[in-house]
């Protein structure tokens, strides 16, 4: 397969997962409290928020290479 559509067809995807999740969610583990060898931890979600726009170009960006990597 040609580099270009495959490329194309990367960025298409990731534009769609982008348009799909809104952003990338992750877990942390803090430290709360420590007295000696008892801890307390605390799970914190945080979200990492993706704009649409930048999955609507990544997915006109692939449908481009796609169709540039075709004519070629």
């Known amino acids: 397969m040609k580099p270009m559509i495959l490329a ?5 995807i990731l534009g769609v997962l982008a348009l799909a999740y809104h ?3 992750y877990t942390t583990h803090e430290k709360v ?3 000696g060898s008892i801890e ?10 993706l704009p ?3 999955g609507g170009a990544a997915l006109a960006a692939g449908v ?4 540039m990597g075709v004519k070629r």
């Open 52 to 54: 649409p726009v930048l």
């Open 8 to 12: 194309g067809i990367v960025l298409s």
């Open 33 to 35: 409290l420590k007295i």
């Open 40 to 49: 307390a931890t605390k799970e914190t979600e945080k979200t990492i928020p």
């Open 64 to 67: 481009v290479l796609i169709f």
């Open 23 to 25: 952003g990338i969610t």
